[in-house]
């Protein structure tokens, strides 16, 4: 069973950034996609961005492109998402989930591609 953890979320102002870090202590993430989704309070679950298992492919949802960045490091067994110019509408949990062979070929909507959860951390963006 694959644990994974996020970590780097907190409060910071509108226009800031953080780094969250999706990692897992047991086995790899060699062979997973890494999906990133968010879930803000009386919203649904929405899917941000993915990096597939090779880390060639990367896809965003149109309202963090050029703002957010999804990489990986195998080495480490950890995925990252870089959030910059934060804004007050992207406060929400956010969750990492692991795609075996994943290739982000499908939606990024499509949660039940993902085989394994986080169990989130929360970004609030406010002054």
């Known amino acids: 069973q694959l644990q994974l953890v996020e970590s780097g979320g907190g409060l910071v102002q509108p226009g800031g950034s953080l780094r969250l870090s999706c990692t897992t202590s047991?086995?790899?993430?060699?062979?997973?996609?890494i999906g990133w989704f968010r879930q803000a309070p009386g919203k649904e679950r929405e899917g941000i961005s993915c990096?597939?298992?090779?880390?060639?492919?990367?896809k965003y949802i149109d309202s963090v492109k050029g703002r957010f960045t999804i990489s990986r490091d195998n080495s480490k067994d950890a995925g990252y998402l870089q959030m910059n110019s934060l804004k007050p509408e992207d406060t929400a949990v956010y969750y990492c989930?692991?795609?075996?062979?994943?290739?982000?070929?499908?939606?990024?909507?499509?949660?039940?591609?993902?085989?394994?959860w986080g169990q989130g951390t929360q970004i609030t963006v406010s002054s």
């Open positions: 989930a692991a795609d075996l062979f994943g290739d982000c070929s499908k939606s990024l909507q499509q949660a039940s591609e993902y085989d394994y």
């Open positions: 990096i597939s298992y090779s880390g060639d492919v990367t």
């Open positions: 047991q086995y790899t993430l060699e062979y997973y996609a």
